[in-house]
T-cell receptor, first 112, second 111 residues
Framework: DGGITQSPKYLFRKEGQNVTLSCEQN?????MYWYRQDPGQGLRLIYY???????QKGDIAEGYSVSREKKESFPLTVTSAQKNPTAFYLC???????????FGSGTRLTVV | EDQVTQSPEALRLQEGESSSLNCSYT??????LFWYRQDPGKGPEFLFT???AGEEKEKERLKATLTKKESFLHITAPKPEDSATYLC????????????FGTGTLLAVQP
């Protein structure tokens, strides 16, 4: 079955470290997205990519970086510049405009 | 500014007690409105897409409706397994496929 796989499910990071969250999809979707979810807040867009080798900043891109070298993969790096990285991170993909998202199961990042 | 507001924040129902969740929005050129269900610790699961005022979609005990300013998710005779957070999102007009999400309604159905 096609879907989106996020790994790891849980991730612990020491302050000052960079960490990379993996997102892989086999749905043949062109567009991919990274959202952050915090208690009491809606999902907030970090970065998105509509095509391979191209990506744009979302509403809260500071302290994050991404790459889109393959259609199937859209990894997110949380850098030490991100002041409050503890959150639930969701990756999604879509066929394109007018289509909804398919979400992964999420990665919970905790800074210790 | 594009905005989505969901109400109530939380709702507790008895099994079989029907109710509705509200999603009001302001958006420049609505391209679509989406409903998702999210269980604790998991990613959102797609439920419905609505594209124009007057449109309705149904799935089991859920029915979604759309007007020019808001959408309702009606839950008929809910069961405990319907307990989850329900998210509403809008897609504004434009060249990208960005979705703007509300904060969700946490539904608890008690047996």
């Amino acid at each position: 079955d096609g879907g989106i796989t996020q790994s790891p499910k849980y991730l612990f990071r020491k302050e000052g470290q960079n960490v990379t969250l993996s997102c892989e999809q086999n749905l043949n979707h062109d567009a991919m997205y990274w959202y952050r979810q915090d208690p009491g807040q809606g999902l907030r867009l970090i970065y998105y990519s509509q095509i391979v080798n191209d990506f744009q900043k979302g509403d809260i891109a500071e302290g994050y970086s991404v790459s889109r070298e393959k259609k199937e993969s859209f990894p997110l790096t949380v850098t030490s510049a991100q002041k409050n990285p503890t959150a639930f991170y969701l990756c999604a993909s879509s066929k394109g405009v007018n289509y909804g998202y398919t979400f992964g199961s999420g990665t919970r990042l905790t800074v210790v | 500014e594009d905005q989505v507001t969901q109400s109530p924040e939380a709702l507790r129902l008895q099994e079989g007690e029907s109710s509705s969740l509200n999603c009001s929005y302001t958006v420049s050129g609505l391209r679509g409105l989406f409903w998702y269900r999210q269980d604790p610790g998991k990613g959102p699961e797609f439920l419905f897409t609505l594209y124009s005022a007057g449109e309705e979609k149904e799935k089991e005990r859920l029915k979604a409706t759309l007007t020019k300013k808001e959408s309702f998710l009606h839950i008929t005779a809910p069961k405990p397994e319907d307990s989850a957070t329900y998210l509403c999102a809008v897609q504004p007009g434009g060249a990208t496929n960005k979705l703007i999400f509300g904060t969700g309604t946490l539904l608890a159905v008690q047996p």
